[in-house]
């Protein structure tokens, strides 16, 4: 028997009060059209701004084709999840080089497996709710398959996408997680929402290494958060000095958005800052030992990206600070077990240091534009 039309509101009510009462500060419904979507992402991925991340060009036919990846979807239901941490703080790593200024959505545990547990009930919870209906059928996706979230984010009205290519809510700014449940039934479509960045340009212009490139294009090959995140390689070394103290990730453009004065605190427990890790002083981090790595980041998104690179990172970071005679020696001591990689940023970090002795370390302009920024929007840095 065909699902009625009552039933399809009753469903739609209920998995929208499911959603928040599992945790999610939002749930909207479009279609799976990605006609317009798809086309950019692909000429985004032809004209090679996602670097080195080469699963961006696989399985495009499943990225267009959401049925394709899941038989018989009709909906695409996509959910906000708030991640931004209590006492996470916003301009204290921007004005303290010596401190490790990392993405405030890796400071506490990985957020995958989280949200995907918090699906799964709501979709068990769907069907034992509704279990006179035969054959509701879903799959549901946290960042871990091709699909253009961003677009059906957008589709839906969950918000707009802005000109740094995150989705902005209105009432919530961008600190939010997406994830995605693909469901066959016709459930009534939500509307999108008006783009109301209008002639603001904030996320561009303070950009630290002028990544986003217009269009609501960011140009992965200079972003921080590829930079220190996917790319496998060397950092370029034209980009070095930018990066500052980002040693995982950057959030320069969702902190310069005037809609994220708007933003709501997390009340996650796993969102937590780990190992004080909102805090941590980049030598401190420096001295792990890949035990200390990997035991002190157990269940954090950072582990993903392995030891060497965390190192790699964090030279970069030390490099732009401070000059100390203790640094460098610092540095030297793990020079013996570096790898390639590793060793050239060891070097240039030294020459960087050196090159700096005895003159006083001033903050980039952009950065000092970026906290003046902040603390004129905020009324507390959390």
């Known amino acids: 028997m065909p699902v009625t039309q009552d039933q399809l509101k009753q469903i739609k009510t209920f998995i929208y009060e499911k959603a928040c009462k599992v945790g999610f500060q939002g749930a909207r419904v479009s279609d799976i059209s990605t006609s317009g979507y798809f086309e950019a992402f692909k000429q985004w991925v032809d004209d090679g701004f996602h670097g ?6 696989r399985n495009q036919n499943l990225r267009e084709f959401p049925p394709q990846l899941h038989p018989n979807t009709c909906r695409v239901i996509s959910l906000r ?3 931004l941490p209590v006492n996470a703080s916003f301009t204290k790593p921007l004005k303290d080089t010596s401190l490790a200024n990392i993405s405030r959505y890796a400071l506490g545990k990985d957020y ?3 949200l995907r547990k918090k699906l799964s009930r709501l979709c068990d919870a769907l069907r034992t709710h509704f279990n006179q209906i035969e054959d509701i ?3 549901v996706f946290v960042d871990s398959a091709p699909v253009l979230e961003t677009a059906f984010a957008e589709k839906s009205g969950i918000g707009w996408k802005g000109k740094h290519s995150l989705i902005i809510n209105e009432a919530a700014g961008s600190w939010f997680f997406l994830a995605e449940i693909f469901i066959n039934l016709p459930l009534a479509l939500d509307e999108p929402v008006k783009d109301k960045c ?8 303070l950009c630290p290494t002028d990544a986003i490139i217009g269009n609501k294009k960011v140009d992965a090959t200079r972003c921080i958060s590829y930079l220190t995140i996917e790319n496998k390689g060397p ?6 000095s930018k990066i500052g103290n980002r040693v ?3 959030d320069d453009c969702q902190l310069a958005c005037p809609w994220n004065r708007y933003a709501s605190v997390s009340s996650e427990p796993a969102f937590l800052p780990m190992q004080n890790l909102g805090a941590s002083r980049l030598l401190e981090l420096w001295n792990w030992t890949e035990e200390d790595f990997n035991t002190n980041l157990q269940g954090s998104p950072i582990r993903r990206i392995g030891y060497q690179a965390w190192l790699r990172n964090l030279a970069v970071g030390i490099g732009n600070g401070p000059f100390a005679p203790d640094i460098i020696s610092q540095l030297e001591k793990k020079k013996p077990d570096a790898n390639d990689m590793v060793l050239e940023h060891i070097n240039w970090a030294i020459e960087e240091l050196i090159n700096k002795n005895g003159q006083q370390l001033n903050l980039q302009a952009k950065t000092k534009k970026l906290i003046n920024c902040v603390e004129s929007m905020l009324a507390r840095d959390a």
Do not use: Q, V, W
Request: charged letters at 30%.
């Open 52 to 57: 080195d991340m080469s699963f961006l060009e």
């Open 81 to 83: 999840y708030d991640y």
């Open 112 to 114: 995958h497996k989280l």
């Open 137 to 139: 059928d879903t799959r």
């Open 198 to 205: 209008g002639s603001c340009n904030a996320c561009i212009k």
């Open 235 to 240: 950092i370029p070394l034209e980009l070095r």
């Open 248 to 250: 995982y990730g950057c």
